[in-house]
């Protein structure tokens, strides 16, 4: 039963990524390209509801707490889309470390509620698996992952205490 699941769930990857188009260095590409755009397209929302309101960004931080921590996240995505950017050979280059930010990035995307980037990560898991293994370590390919996880640990606990305020009233 999990074979055959786990064989039409790879089956579906790949069909939607041959239809795509997508390899390991394109899934790369989009991945860090909506990283990139994304908070900017966040920040223009909060810029047009900042004029639609009336308020500064500080005092809609202190209402809105969880604006404050999709601020922290945005800002998150956006390094790190940007990092991507710029460092897309070397990190293509180095398939071991690359499978485990992908492996991170899937779990954090998810929990911050980004769908799309998070099946960029299943997809990329998927085409690492036909590359040869590289042994290459990049060491601030490690602390970027340990960087990035960090904080987004850190926004998904302050999420969930702004939660459980709202739970006790």
Not at 106 to 127: D, E, K, M, P, T
Not at 159 to 166: A, P, T
Request: glycine share 4%.
């Amino acid at each position: 039963m999990w074979t055959t699941t786990k064989n039409k769930v790879a089956d579906f990857c790949d069909q939607i990524m041959e239809r795509l188009h997508l390899n390991t260095r394109s899934i790369l590409k989009w991945y860090s390209i909506i990283l990139f755009f994304a908070p900017l397209l966040y920040w223009a929302l909060l810029e047009f509801r900042i004029v639609m309101e009336k308020a500064s960004l500080a005092d809609m931080m202190h209402n809105q707490p969880a604006v404050a921590i999709s601020v922290i996240v945005a800002i998150t995505d956006f390094l790190l889309g940007y990092y991507c950017w710029i460092n897309k050979n070397k990190l293509i280059s180095s398939i071991k470390e690359l499978k485990t930010f992908y492996i991170w990035q899937f779990v954090c995307q998810l929990f911050v509620g980004n769908i799309i980037c998070s099946l960029l990560c299943l997809f990329g898991l998927r085409a690492l698996q036909g590359q040869k293994n590289n042994n290459v370590t990049v060491s601030y390919f490690k602390a970027t992952i340990l960087v990035s996880t960090i904080l987004y640990i850190f926004c998904i606990l302050l999420l969930g205490l702004i939660g459980l305020k709202g739970l006790r009233g």
